[in-house]
Nanobody
Framework: QVQLVESGGGLVQAGGSLRLSCAAS????????MGWFRQAPGKEREFVAA???????YCADPVKGQFTISRDNAKSTVYLQMNSLKPEDTAIYYC?????????????????WGQGTQVTVSS
């Protein structure tokens, strides 16, 4: 069983930055693919970014060049650096663990989820 705890969300003005963190416990973090997803009110959960055990990353087109995913295996933590935030980035952000190698953009491919952290961007 893997537990994930997100932090770093909050209220920020448009154009600002936030860094989300997701601390994992209960598993072998360095072997996992980690992903970030988000869900805005009234919308489906959508893929944001993923990073595999070797550090390869993939970001969704809407956030390429704006968001950066990274990981620190020594701390069992994955990060999402979000810059130039826009009101449309407002959502609950979730991190997730995929226990198989290979990046995936599909929520159903992830095995464990955090409780989410709210990000609100004001205009």
């Amino acid at each position: 069983q893997v537990q994930l705890v997100e932090s770093g969300g909050g209220l920020v003005q448009a154009g600002g930055s936030l860094r989300l963190s997701c601390a994992a416990s209960g598993g072998t973090f360095s072997r996992y693919t980690m992903g970030w997803f988000r869900q805005a009110p009234g919308k489906e959960r959508e893929f944001v970014a993923a990073i595999n055990y070797g550090g390869a990353t993939y970001c969704a087109d809407p956030v390429k060049g704006q968001f950066t995913i990274s990981r620190d295996n020594a701390k069992s933590t994955v990060y999402l650096q979000m810059n130039s935030l826009k009101p449309e980035d407002t959502a609950i952000y979730y991190c997730a663990v995929r226990q198989y190698i290979g990046l995936s953009t599909r929520a159903r491919d992830y095995d464990y989820w955090g409780q989410g952290t709210q990000v609100t961007v004001s205009s």
